[in-house]
Nanobody, 126 residues
Framework: QLQLVESGGASVQPGGSLRLSCAAS????????IGWFRQAPGKEREGVSC????????NYADSVKGRFTISRDNAKTTVYLQMNSLKPEDTGIYYC???????????????????WGQGTQVTVSS
C-alpha cells in the first residue's frame, strides 16, 4: 500500500518561504494525481494544489496562485510544494494525498483521494 510522508513544515514570518515535501514509500508516484490540502483550526480542509505526476499538469486554488508552486522530482518519488510570500492565513496543517489516475490533467483539486499523509504544521506569524 502506498504510504505518504510530509515534511518541511515550520514557523515563519509573513513574507517568508517554505518548501514542503510529500515522499512516497513502497511505490513511485507515477500515474497519480497528488493533491496538497491544508486545514486551519476551526476551519474546513481546503484544497491548495494538485499535480498529475505523469504529465506534470497542475492546478492551484485562487488563494495561492502566483505564490505556491507544485512540482515532482524526476524519480517520481517526491512531490514538492514551494510556498513563497507566505501570509498568516496560510497557517494550518498541510496534507498530501494521492489517487491513481488514467487522466492527463488535474482538473479538480478536491477530487477523491485514496491515500493520505499525516500532515505537517505550517505557522505564519510575526
Amino acid at each position: 500500500q502506498l504510504q505518504l510522508v510530509e515534511s518541511g513544515g515550520a514557523s515563519v514570518q509573513p513574507g517568508g518561504s517554505l518548501r514542503l515535501s510529500c515522499a512516497a514509500s513502497r511505490f513511485t508516484l507515477d500515474y497519480y494525481v497528488i493533491g496538497w490540502f491544508r486545514q486551519a483550526p476551526g476551519k474546513e480542509r481546503e484544497g491548495v494544489s494538485c499535480i498529475n505526476t505523469r504529465t506534470g499538469s497542475t492546478n492551484y486554488a485562487d488563494s495561492v496562485k502566483g505564490r505556491f508552486t507544485i512540482s515532482r522530482d524526476n524519480a517520481k518519488t517526491t512531490v514538492y510544494l514551494q510556498m513563497n510570500s507566505l501570509k498568516p492565513e496560510d497557517t494550518g496543517i498541510y496534507y498530501c494525498a494521492a489517487q491513481l489516475t488514467t487522466q492527463t490533467m488535474c482538473k479538480t483539486i478536491s477530487q477523491p483521494y485514496r491515500y493520505w499523509g499525516q500532515g505537517t504544521q505550517v505557522t505564519v506569524s510575526s
